[in-house]
């Protein structure tokens, strides 16, 4: 299949999620062909697909990228939830020697001293344990939404990869924070604590603060980065982005 073929396939499947609801989209994906994997941040956005996967007991693989430096109460709520839904995560973690690398580098925090460096520890962390969480999928569920921040405005349902030669699916693409905490309270999806305590977005801990009234919700993620546009690398590809865009979750 050329990569015009799989452009177009992205685009068909674009427009076939657009009209349905998240079960349907999820349950589309799932019997689309091939291996379906969810990667989650266990953000409260994961935590509604998570949900929709476990209570339809769809056959999609849901794993986590465990990147050493996460809040305790985020490493906790991946145990609540796997027993909420009855479920399994796989955890992905970095690969040591790549950890020793960049501390003998850059020193174990040295992401503060510039972005080149905090792209380089979001890479081993995050980038690396990410393309064997995704190894031979077809299908790879996120959940970013277009409300999320202005670099997200333009998030389709689905569109192909052609780094990681997948498709790339956001079934909840149009969903606003209303709609997301609607449905936690309906299904009694657990969610991270620390939401309620002003983190709307949540990444490692050394790497995120809580948000002040007004500001956006990704504002707190690499706070002291002064650009708009900054993202980790998960879901901005490495050739096109500028560097403040390379290295979300
Ligand atoms: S978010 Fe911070 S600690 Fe986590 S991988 Fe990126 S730079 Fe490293």
């Not at 790339?168 to 609607?182: G, H, M, Q, R, T």
């Given at each position: 299949m050329t990569s015009q073929d799989h452009e177009m396939r992205a685009q068909r499947l674009d427009a076939e999620l657009a009209g349905l609801d998240l079960p349907g989209r999820l349950a589309l994906v799932a019997a689309f062909g091939g291996r379906a994997v969810f990667t989650t941040s266990l953000g409260i956005e994961d935590q509604v697909i998570t949900a929709a996967i476990g209570l339809a007991r769809l056959p999609v693989e849901i794993s986590t990228l465990e990147t050493g430096r996460l809040f305790k109460e985020t490493a906790d709520l991946i145990g609540e939830t796997e027993e909420r839904f009855g479920i399994s995560?796989?955890?992905?973690?970095?690969?040591?020697d790549d950890i020793d690398a960049y501390a003998a580098k850059y020193g174990l925090?040295?992401?503060?001293?510039?972005?080149?460096?905090?792209?380089?520890?979001?890479?081993?962390?995050?980038?690396?344990?990410?393309?064997?969480?995704?190894?031979?999928?077809?299908?790879?569920?996120?959940?970013?939404?277009?409300?999320?921040s202005g670099n997200r405005a333009a998030t389709p349902f689905a569109e192909y990869d052609a780094e990681?030669?997948?498709?790339?699916?956001?079934?909840?693409?149009?969903?606003?924070?209303?709609?997301?905490?609607?449905?936690?309270?309906?299904?009694?999806?657990?969610t991270n604590p620390l939401h309620k305590r002003g983190y709307p977005s949540i990444g490692c801990e050394p790497c995120t603060r809580a948000i002040k009234p007004g500001e956006s919700e990704r504002a707190g993620r690499w706070w002291w980065e002064n650009d708009e546009k900054r993202e980790c690398g998960l879901h901005v590809p490495e050739a096109a982005a500028t560097p403040l865009e390379r290295t979300p979750a």
């Open positions: 995560i796989r955890r992905f973690h970095p690969e040591q925090n040295g992401f503060y001293e510039s972005v080149e460096a905090r792209h380089a520890c979001c890479h081993v962390r995050k980038l690396v344990p990410l393309a064997k969480a995704l190894s031979g999928a077809t299908i790879w569920i996120t959940g970013l939404r277009r409300g999320q990681r030669d997948l498709i790339k699916v956001n079934p909840l693409a149009d969903w606003s924070l209303e709609d997301i905490n609607a449905y936690v309270e309906a299904e009694a999806v657990p």
